[in-house]
C-alpha cells in the first residue's frame, strides 16, 4: 500500500512539475527582456556623470545612447529568423552574453567611441529579448495563453523601466556610474549562465536531434519564409496598428509627456515625472489584464478596439479639458496605460496569422513595425513644436507655448483613432489553424 502511495506521489509531483516547467522556461526569456530594458534606459540616471566623465554636450550624450537604437531596430528582422532557425536557447544565452560584454565596455572605456560602441552592443543583443520570449511561449504553451504572456512580458518591460529610474540612480549616487554599469555586465553573464542550463527549444524529449537538424541554415529555405511572411500585407497592416496604439509610450511618455506637463498644465518636475510614471503603471496592469481578456473572451479585434477608443479619448481629455486636477491627471494616465496595453494583442495576431515556423519572422517583424513609432512620432513632434515657435529664447532654451504642445501632441490620439479604424480590416483570428491568414 505504501509503495502504491509513494509511486502516485511521484507521478503526481512529476505532473506538477511539466506543468510548472513551461512557465519556467518562458519566465527566463521574460527575466532577460526586463534586463534588457533596464540596459535600454540606463544612461537616462547617470545623464549628467556620463556627459562630466567624456565631456560632452547634450546632443552628443543623446547620439551616444541611441547607438542603442541604429543596432536594435533593424535587427528585428534577422532576429526572428534566427530565432526561428535555430531555435531561443543558443540565441538568448549568447545575446546576454552581448549585453554583457558591451555593458563592460561602456563602464570601462575612458573614450567615448569605444563606449558607443559598447551601446551598440547592447542594442544588438537586446533585440533578441521580446522575439525570443514569444518564441518560447509558442513552444511551451497553448494558443489560449499567448496573448496573456505577450502581455506578461510587455509588463516585465515596463517594470524593468520603473527599476532602472529608482533603483539604478540610487546604486550610481553610491557607488558611481562606472561600477553601476559594472554591476550590470555581471549580471547578464548571471542570467545567460541560467538560461543556458534551464531553457530549452522543444517539449520532446529528442531536442538534442532538433539541434543536430537545425544546426546547419538552409539559406534558400529562410529566404522563402521570410517571403511569405513580408508578402502578407495583413502583417503589415497588425504592425501598424501595434505601432499607433503603443504611440502613448513611445511619443508621449518617453519624449514629450513631461515637457507638456511642464509647460502647458504648469506642473512641477515631480508631479510631472509621477504623471508619466502612472503610464508605465499603467501598462504593466493593461498589457496582461487585456491579454487574458482577449484569450478569456476568445477575440482579438474586440479588446483592441475598446482599448484604442479609450486611450485616444483619454489623450484627448488630457489636452483639451482645462483645469484638470493633479489628481485627475493621474488618473487619466493611469487610465491611458490601462488601455493602449491593449496593443499587446498585436503580438497574438501576428501568431496567429502565421505559421509555427515562421512565428519568429512574424513576431520581429511586428516588434520592428511598433519600434518605428518612436523613431518617426518623436521628432516628427519636435518638427511641428518649431513650426508653431515664436522665436522666443530663454537663457538659450526655447520656448513653446501650451498651445503649441496641445497642436503636436494632438497628433498621437489622431493616429491612435487611425490605428483603431484599421483593427476593423482585420479578420478575427482567434484559435486560427495557423494556415496562411485568409482574410476573405
Same mark, same amino acid.
Not at 509511486?7 to 516547467?21: D, G, Q, V, Y
Given at each position: 500500500?505504501?509503495?502504491?502511495?509513494?509511486?502516485?506521489?511521484?507521478?503526481?509531483?512529476?505532473?506538477?512539475?511539466?506543468?510548472?516547467?513551461?512557465?519556467?522556461?518562458?519566465?527566463?526569456?521574460?527575466?532577460?527582456?526586463?534586463? %534588457?530594458?533596464?540596459l535600454?534606459?540606463?544612461?537616462?540616471?547617470?545623464?549628467?556623470?556620463?556627459?562630466?566623465a567624456?565631456?560632452?554636450?547634450?546632443?552628443?550624450?543623446?547620439?551616444?545612447?541611441?547607438?542603442? =537604437?541604429?543596432?536594435?531596430?533593424?535587427?528585428?528582422?534577422?532576429?526572428?529568423?534566427?530565432?526561428?532557425?535555430?531555435?531561443?536557447?543558443?540565441?538568448?544565452?549568447?545575446?546576454?552574453?552581448?549585453?554583457?560584454?558591451?555593458? =563592460?565596455?561602456?563602464?570601462?572605456?575612458?573614450?567615448?567611441?569605444?563606449?558607443?560602441?559598447?551601446?551598440?552592443?547592447?542594442?544588438?543583443?537586446?533585440?533578441f529579448?521580446?522575439?525570443?520570449?514569444?518564441?518560447?511561449?509558442?513552444?511551451?504553451?497553448?494558443?489560449?495563453?499567448?496573448?496573456? @504572456?505577450?502581455?506578461? !512580458?510587455?509588463?516585465?518591460?515596463?517594470?524593468?523601466?520603473? @527599476?532602472?529610474?529608482n533603483?539604478?540612480?540610487?546604486?550610481?549616487?553610491?557607488?558611481?556610474?562606472?561600477? !553601476?554599469?559594472?554591476?550590470t555586465?555581471?549580471?547578464?553573464? @548571471?542570467?545567460?549562465?541560467?538560461?543556458?542550463?534551464?531553457?530549452?527549444?522543444?517539449?520532446?524529449?529528442?531536442?538534442?536531434?532538433?539541434?543536430r537538424?537545425?544546426?546547419?541554415v538552409?539559406?534558400? #529555405?529562410?529566404?522563402?519564409?521570410?517571403?511569405?511572411?513580408?508578402?502578407?500585407?495583413?502583417?503589415?497592416?497588425?504592425?501598424?496598428?501595434?505601432c499607433?496604439? /503603443?504611440?502613448p509610450a513611445?511619443?508621449?511618455?518617453e519624449?514629450?509627456?513631461?515637457?507638456?506637463?511642464?509647460?502647458?498644465?504648469?506642473?512641477? !518636475?515631480? %508631479?510631472?515625472n509621477?504623471?508619466?510614471?502612472?503610464?508605465?503603471?499603467?501598462? !504593466?496592469?493593461?498589457?496582461?489584464?487585456?491579454?487574458?481578456?482577449?484569450d478569456?473572451?476568445?477575440?482579438?479585434?474586440?479588446?483592441?478596439?475598446?482599448?484604442?477608443?479609450?486611450?485616444?479619448?483619454?489623450?484627448?481629455?488630457?489636452? /483639451?479639458?482645462?483645469?484638470?486636477?493633479?489628481?485627475a491627471?493621474?488618473?487619466?494616465?493611469?487610465?491611458?496605460?490601462?488601455?493602449?496595453?491593449?496593443?499587446?494583442?498585436?503580438?497574438?495576431v501576428?501568431?496567429d496569422?502565421?505559421?509555427?515556423?515562421?512565428?519568429?519572422?512574424?513576431?520581429?517583424?511586428?516588434?520592428?513595425?511598433?519600434?518605428?513609432?518612436?523613431?518617426?512620432?518623436?521628432?516628427?513632434?519636435?518638427?511641428?513644436?518649431?513650426?508653431?515657435?515664436?522665436?522666443e529664447?530663454?537663457?538659450?532654451?526655447?520656448?513653446?507655448?501650451?498651445?503649441?504642445?496641445?497642436?503636436?501632441?494632438?497628433s498621437?490620439?489622431?493616429?491612435?483613432?487611425?490605428?483603431?479604424?484599421?483593427?476593423?480590416?482585420?479578420? #478575427?483570428? =482567434?484559435?486560427?489553424?495557423?494556415?496562411?491568414?485568409?482574410?476573405?
Amino acid at each position: 500500500m505504501s509503495n502504491s502511495m509513494s509511486t502516485t506521489e511521484k507521478l503526481n509531483n512529476s505532473r506538477k512539475k511539466m506543468a510548472i516547467f513551461p512557465w519556467i522556461v518562458c519566465g527566463l526569456g521574460a527575466l532577460f527582456y526586463t534586463y %534588457e530594458y533596464i540596459l535600454r534606459i540606463s544612461p537616462s540616471v547617470m545623464s549628467t556623470e556620463l556627459m562630466q566623465a567624456y565631456g560632452i554636450s547634450a546632443g552628443a550624450f543623446g547620439n551616444l545612447i541611441a547607438f542603442y =537604437y541604429y543596432a536594435y531596430s533593424p535587427m528585428q528582422l534577422p532576429v526572428g529568423l534566427l530565432v526561428d532557425r535555430y531555435g531561443p536557447r543558443r540565441l538568448l544565452t549568447l545575446a546576454c552574453i552581448v549585453c554583457a560584454i558591451g555593458s =563592460y565596455l561602456f563602464a570601462s572605456s575612458g573614450h567615448i567611441g569605444v563606449a558607443g560602441f559598447g551601446r551598440f552592443l547592447v542594442g544588438f543583443g537586446s533585440a533578441f529579448a521580446f522575439v525570443g520570449v514569444l518564441k518560447l511561449a509558442t513552444i511551451w504553451l497553448p494558443p489560449e495563453r499567448f496573448a496573456m @504572456v505577450a502581455g506578461l !512580458t510587455g509588463a516585465l518591460g515596463s517594470i524593468g523601466a520603473l @527599476v532602472g529610474d529608482n533603483v539604478l540612480s540610487g546604486v550610481v549616487a553610491q557607488m558611481g556610474w562606472r561600477s !553601476t554599469v559594472m554591476i550590470t555586465a555581471v549580471l547578464g553573464i @548571471v542570467i545567460a549562465v541560467v538560461i543556458l542550463l534551464v531553457v530549452r527549444d522543444s517539449r520532446s524529449s529528442k531536442a538534442k536531434a532538433l539541434d543536430r537538424r537545425t544546426s546547419k541554415v538552409d539559406m534558400a #529555405e529562410v529566404l522563402r519564409g521570410m517571403f511569405v511572411v513580408l508578402k502578407n500585407p495583413y502583417i503589415w497592416i497588425n504592425g501598424m496598428i501595434g505601432c499607433l496604439l /503603443y504611440l502613448p509610450a513611445t511619443a508621449f511618455a518617453e519624449a514629450w509627456g513631461i515637457p507638456y506637463f511642464r509647460a502647458a498644465q504648469h506642473f512641477s !518636475t515631480h %508631479e510631472a515625472n509621477y504623471a508619466v510614471s502612472a503610464v508605465f503603471l499603467g501598462f !504593466t496592469i493593461g498589457g496582461p489584464l487585456m491579454g487574458w481578456f482577449s484569450d478569456k473572451l476568445h477575440n482579438r479585434r474586440v479588446p483592441m478596439l475598446i482599448g484604442g477608443v479609450i486611450a485616444a479619448a483619454c489623450m484627448f481629455i488630457i489636452l /483639451y479639458v482645462p483645469a484638470l486636477p493633479v489628481a485627475a491627471v493621474y488618473g487619466l494616465m493611469l487610465l491611458l496605460g490601462l488601455a493602449f496595453g491593449s496593443q499587446v494583442i498585436v503580438f497574438a495576431v501576428a501568431r496567429d496569422i502565421s505559421t509555427k515556423e515562421s512565428a519568429g519572422t512574424s513576431l520581429a517583424v511586428t516588434n520592428m513595425l511598433i519600434m518605428l513609432g518612436g523613431v518617426v512620432f518623436q521628432p516628427m513632434i519636435g518638427m511641428l513644436l518649431d513650426m508653431g515657435w515664436t522665436g522666443e529664447i530663454i537663457n538659450n532654451i526655447h520656448i513653446y507655448t501650451p498651445e503649441n504642445y496641445r497642436l503636436a501632441i494632438t497628433s498621437i490620439p489622431i493616429c491612435i483613432l487611425l490605428g483603431t479604424g484599421l483593427i476593423l480590416i482585420l479578420k #478575427e483570428t =482567434y484559435h486560427n489553424d495557423h494556415e496562411e491568414y485568409n482574410p476573405s
